[in-house]
């Protein structure tokens, strides 16, 4: 085992702090990367809390990961030293379910692990994240990093990009569809500047009017209050696909009164109980609320090609590590525009 600088926490209820972990030794299918930027999730916060009751400690976060390639195992096939590679929220999988098979990794039937707090199959021991100086991982599960863009506000891309990405792509929209994305937040930013990019006529719905000219700024031909009767009636019926990214509890009956026939909603953000749904909402139109948990590997490389085909990245605030506390009470107060990243350079030091 090899011992590494990382930071992270004990229990919920104390700070993340400078650590050492021990990642495994190079294995012959492993990938040794060295970590230059990581991405802060909302879901490092939930987890160093346990929100969702299920963290292990320590807890290490961190699974939005762009770094260079050190090491590769001698069955390597597709990666170097010194290529710019990322990792994203999950580092394993049986591999030979039928979802695997497929490669939509996420849904694994026998479980993804997580690229922390899960269970590392070749050590038995837990999984740490990329609040650290290095990773090792399967090179099944490490993508490649376009160099044409801004590598710092890639890592994002390995969890906010994929999280909207998918969804608009396993429902192929498209130049001319009318597309409403619900929340301008992390996941917000980036649906809004991925449907842009596929030609789609890009509508904002928030609660906020305050957030109008950033929405336009990213992409959005228009903006949609939710709060406004008279236009939320004027655009009833109108939607061919609309991209949930609210991350708490909320009524979805208004927005799906948005829908056309046929269409269908999906939900990328929160995962708790929802306010009762009016069945008739979805039975009168043959509507479809549907959900979409990141993406499979393979999917999240085509992600990032087309990043780097239309130059997409996120918009990104950077920080010392250092600076971790206060960037997660900042995340809980909505006060980013619109993902931290962490220069590890910050930790090694």
């Not at 004990?10 to 700070?15: G, S, V």
């Not at 009751?53 to 320590?58: E, F, L, Q, S």
Request: charged share 25%; net charge neutral; with cysteine.
């Amino acid at each position: 085992m090899k011992e590494v600088k990382a930071y992270g926490t004990e229990a919920k209820d104390k700070d993340l702090e400078v650590l050492t972990i021990k990642r495994r030794e190079l294995l012959e299918n492993d990938v040794e990367i060295d970590i230059l930027y990581c991405g802060v999730c909302h879901s490092d916060i939930h987890a160093a809390k346990n929100d969702w009751g299920n963290t292990t400690y320590t807890l290490v976060p961190g699974h939005e990961i762009v770094g260079k390639v050190t090491k590769v195992g001698n069955q390597v096939k597709n990666y170097k030293k010194g290529d710019l590679v990322g990792v994203g929220c999950m580092v394993d999988s049986c591999q030979e379910c039928s979802a695997c098979k497929e490669d939509l990794e996420q849904f694994c039937e026998e479980g993804m692990v997580g690229t922390y707090n899960g269970k590392n199959k070749h050590t038995g021991k837990q999984t740490f994240g990329g609040y650290s100086t290095s990773i090792t991982v399967r090179e099944e599960f490490v993508v490649s990093v376009p160099e044409n863009l801004d590598i710092k506000a890639v890592a994002p891309l390995l969890c906010a990009g994929i999280t909207t990405f998918s969804p608009l792509n396993h429902w192929k929209i498209k130049k001319g569809d009318k597309v409403g994305v619900i929340g301008l937040g992390g996941l917000g930013h980036m649906g809004i500047k991925f449907a842009h990019a596929m030609g789609a006529e890009t509508i904002m719905i928030t609660t906020s009017p305050d957030k109008a000219e950033d929405a336009k700024r990213l992409g959005a031909d228009s903006v949609l209050i939710s709060k406004d009767k008279d236009d939320m009636k004027k655009h009833r019926g109108s939607f061919d696909f609309l991209l949930n990214t609210v991350p708490v509890k909320h009524d979805i009956n208004p927005y799906i009164q948005l829908l056309k026939r046929d269409s269908t909603m999906v939900l990328v953000g929160a995962i708790e109980p929802l306010e009762p749904m009016n069945g008739g909402n979805i039975i009168m139109g043959r509507k479809r609320v549907a959900g979409s948990l990141i993406g499979g590997i393979k999917e999240t490389q085509e992600m990032l090609d087309f990043c780097g085909e239309n130059n997409i990245v996120s918009d990104v605030e950077m920080i010392d590590i250092k600076n971790i506390n206060n960037a997660y009470k900042r995340v809980q107060n909505n006060d980013v525009k619109y993902r931290f990243v962490i220069d590890m350079e910050s930790l090694k030091k």
